[in-house]
């Protein structure tokens, strides 16, 4: 039988406002990159960025693009982020382009339909850094195995309007993205202490949003009034806030719907580097739920909760993601669980980075992960539940940079890893850092949110 205790949901207090992105650490990034480059014989980097896929583009310069997109083009000795009409002056926003580290120039093209044109063409801003008979690394947000395409190395995710001229430039062009994104080597898919310490911050701010709108639900007011309640505070959505109730799909928004108990609901918030969200019904206790569900937290909620203490305690650098996969699957069976995606992924400014943990994955879990609890169970009569929220996995020498450069984020983690530890119960390794103040929480019931499940 599933034991459920009543208590308060933890609070370790706001955090302060977390550092800057500096130029040093973009400086870092961008010879990184160059190093990168180097190693796989790329004469240029073409980096692209979007409203949607801006991360890649941000973690290098600190600029993200609004309503346009945005090209940066690195060299050995030179980079250049291109604009369009909207977005040109908001480059000083980057530390690289305030300290004349990136250039910037204006490239018309990039901008909406129907504003102005004019001045140089794309492909003449690319030949400036583009030599012909080079090969080129573009970067898009995603790269192609054998089994999607047929040549995985020229498969390219960057519009044609970029991607034609850089084939016309170039001798060949390769698609570069993983050396960002791949779990095992991407640059991108390790933080350090202060990128923790930014982290915390995002998760702290989805999470009382999220609570704030968990302990303002009640049967007869409508889900708009509900996400109202949450009161987000203004950080970047990593993406779209869902409130989905009844029978609406999951990645549903508010729609005016009006709460009823005995629906199953799931609701998130998503920051920058954070994504918050909780699953269960909107009931009292089991008496509220129809009745195919009224064995929802035996059933379905004790054996979740059981298996993310197993997830947690496999957060160590060294275990392989293949063995994380397999451990989920026996502990979630695919017939009763329904989890058909990664069990857990890498998260940054986009909330899916990619994952080191999939079937028959060597890439082990490493140390400066910053690993999201996703594991997605779904039934048709039990619904789901969700103990979604973010971690670090840190070695022993990223915990003494933390402790050391940001020791107030270091004590809050060790007592959301207490309290997952002591009230209820789960493997919590000293090398897994709760950055979330709702880690371990899962609150089948969400008309009275104070019970929750333990191991």
């Given at each position: 039988?599933?034991?459920?205790?009543?208590?308060?949901?933890?609070?370790?207090?706001?955090?302060?406002?977390?550092?800057?992105?500096?130029?040093?650490?973009?400086?870092?990034?961008?010879?990184?990159?160059?190093?990168?480059?180097?190693?796989?014989?790329?004469?240029?980097?073409?980096?692209?960025?979007?409203?949607?896929?801006?991360?890649?583009?941000?973690?290098?310069?600190?600029?993200?693009?609004?309503?346009?997109?945005?090209?940066?083009?690195?060299?050995?000795?030179?980079?250049?982020?291109?604009?369009?009409?909207?977005?040109?002056?908001?480059?000083?926003?980057?530390?690289?382009?305030?300290?004349?580290?990136?250039?910037?120039?204006?490239?018309?093209?990039?901008?909406?339909?129907?504003?102005?044109?004019?001045?140089?063409?794309?492909?003449?801003?690319?030949?400036?850094?583009?030599?012909?008979?080079?090969?080129?690394?573009?970067?898009?947000?995603?790269?192609?195995?054998?089994?999607?395409?047929?040549?995985?190395?020229?498969?390219?995710?960057?519009?044609?309007?970029?991607?034609?001229?850089?084939?016309?430039?170039?001798?060949?062009?390769?698609?570069?993205?993983?050396?960002?994104?791949?779990?095992?080597?991407?640059?991108?898919?390790?933080?350090?202490?202060?990128?923790?310490?930014r982290l915390e911050f995002a998760n702290h701010m989805a999470v009382?949003?999220?609570?704030?709108?968990?302990?303002?639900?009640?049967?007869?007011?409508?889900?708009?009034?509900?996400?109202?309640?949450?009161?987000?505070?203004?950080?970047?959505?990593?993406?779209?806030?869902?409130?989905?109730?009844?029978?609406?799909?999951?990645?549903?928004?508010?729609?005016?719907?009006?709460?009823?108990?005995?629906?199953?609901?799931?609701?998130?918030?998503?920051?920058?580097?954070?994504?918050?969200?909780?699953?269960?019904?909107?009931?009292?206790?089991?008496?509220?739920?129809?009745?195919?569900?009224?064995?929802?937290?035996?059933?379905?909620?004790?054996?979740?909760?059981?298996?993310?203490?197993?997830?947690?305690?496999?957060?160590?650098?060294?275990?392989?993601?293949?063995?994380?996969?397999?451990?989920?699957?026996?502990?979630?069976?695919?017939?009763?669980?329904?989890?058909?995606?990664?069990?857990?992924?890498?998260?940054?400014?986009?909330?899916?980075?990619?994952?080191?943990?999939?079937?028959?994955?060597?890439?082990?879990?490493?140390?400066?992960?910053?690993?999201?609890?996703?594991?997605?169970?779904?039934?048709?009569?039990?619904?789901?539940?969700?103990?979604?929220?973010?971690?670090?996995?840190?070695?022993?020498?990223?915990?003494?940079?933390?402790?050391?450069?940001?020791?107030?984020?270091?004590?809050?983690?060790?007592?959301?890893?207490?309290?997952?530890?002591?009230?209820?119960?789960?493997?919590?390794?000293?090398?897994?850092?709760?950055?979330?103040?709702?880690?371990?929480?899962?609150?089948?019931?969400?008309?009275?949110?104070?019970?929750?499940?333990?191991?």
């Amino acid at each position: 039988m599933a034991r459920i205790i009543r208590i308060e949901w933890p609070d370790n207090g706001s955090p302060d406002l977390p550092p800057a992105l500096t130029v040093a650490e973009c400086e870092a990034r961008l010879v990184a990159l160059r190093q990168a480059m180097a190693v796989r014989g790329f004469g240029a980097m073409v980096v692209y960025g979007d409203r949607e896929h801006a991360a890649n583009l941000h973690w290098l310069t600190g600029f993200d693009p609004r309503f346009e997109e945005a090209v940066l083009v690195v060299t050995a000795g030179d980079a250049l982020l291109l604009a369009g009409n909207e977005c040109l002056a908001y480059t000083v926003i980057s530390p690289l382009v305030q300290a004349g580290l990136v250039r910037t120039g204006l490239c018309t093209s990039l901008s909406l339909p129907s504003q102005p044109r004019g001045g140089r063409r794309l492909a003449d801003w690319l030949g400036d850094l583009v030599k012909p008979g080079s090969t080129v690394g573009a970067v898009g947000w995603k790269w192609y195995g054998p089994d999607e395409v047929d040549d995985p190395a020229t498969a390219l995710d960057i519009p044609a309007f970029l991607a034609d001229p850089l084939r016309g430039l170039a001798r060949r062009v390769e698609n570069a993205t993983d050396l960002l994104m791949h779990p095992a080597h991407g640059l991108r898919t390790r933080v350090d202490a202060a990128e923790i310490a930014r982290l915390e911050f995002a998760n702290h701010m989805a999470v009382v949003a999220l609570k704030r709108m968990v302990f303002a639900l009640a049967p007869g007011i409508t889900d708009f009034q509900a996400f109202e309640a949450g009161r987000m505070g203004g950080l970047p959505l990593g993406c779209h806030a869902t409130f989905a109730v009844g029978d609406a799909p999951g990645l549903c928004g508010p729609s005016g719907r009006h709460l009823e108990v005995g629906q199953p609901i799931s609701l998130n918030v998503c920051h920058w580097g954070a994504n918050i969200c909780r699953a269960g019904w909107l009931a009292r206790n089991a008496e509220d739920l129809p009745r195919a569900a009224q064995d929802y937290v035996d059933i379905f909620v004790a054996p979740y909760v059981a298996a993310m203490s197993d997830w947690c305690g496999m957060m160590r650098p060294g275990v392989s993601g293949g063995a994380v996969w397999n451990r989920m699957r026996e502990a979630l069976p695919l017939d009763l669980f329904g989890v058909t995606l990664n069990p857990g992924h890498l998260i940054g400014l986009d909330e899916w980075v990619s994952s080191p943990i999939r079937e028959g994955s060597i890439d082990p879990i490493a140390s400066g992960m910053a690993m999201q609890m996703d594991v997605i169970p779904g039934h048709p009569a039990y619904g789901s539940t969700r103990m979604e929220d973010g971690y670090v996995i840190a070695d022993a020498a990223l915990r003494a940079d933390l402790a050391r450069d940001f020791p107030e984020v270091a004590a809050r983690c060790a007592a959301r890893a207490h309290f997952m530890r002591s009230v209820v119960g789960m493997d919590v390794p000293e090398t897994l850092l709760p950055l979330a103040d709702t880690c371990g929480i899962v609150a089948p019931y969400l008309l009275d949110p104070a019970q929750v499940v333990v191991c």
